[in-house]
């Protein structure tokens, strides 16, 4: 079981930045990926960013060059930091953790963060 928990929600101007974390309950090395992912209302969840354990990175094209991945193994902590955001960056931001192997994965989720940007 890996539990995950974010913070760094909230309220911004169109042109701000934020930076989410979240929080694993396990070591991440023994995760093979940790992403953030987002979901507005009325619409399906989309990746935003995932990063492996040997940190290669993979980025949302609407997100690419405004935001970027990190991780601190020592803390077991991932963080999204959000720069020039917009009002379609308006959603909530779930956590996930990749586990398993390619036959049977195994994703766990955090409880989400509301980010909403203003116009």
């Known amino acids: 079981q890996v539990q995950l928990v974010e913070s760094g929600g909230g309220l911004v101007q169109a042109g701000g930045s934020l930076r989410l974390s979240c929080a694993a309950s396990?070591?991440?090395?023994?995760?093979?990926?940790m992403g953030w992912y987002r979901q507005a209302p009325g619409k399906q969840r989309e990746l935003v960013a995932t990063?492996?354990?040997?940190?290669?990175?993979n980025y949302a094209d609407s997100v690419k060059g405004r935001f970027a991945i990190s991780r601190d193994n020592g803390k077991n902590t991932v963080y999204l930091q959000m720069n020039s955001l917009k009002p379609e960056d308006t959603a909530v931001y779930y956590c996930n953790a990749a586990t398993g192997s390619t036959m049977s994965p195994i994703n766990y989720w955090g409880q989400g963060t509301q980010v909403a940007v203003s116009s």
């Open positions: 396990v070591s991440l090395l023994r995760i093979n990926a």
């Open positions: 990063m492996t354990t040997v940190g290669t990175t």
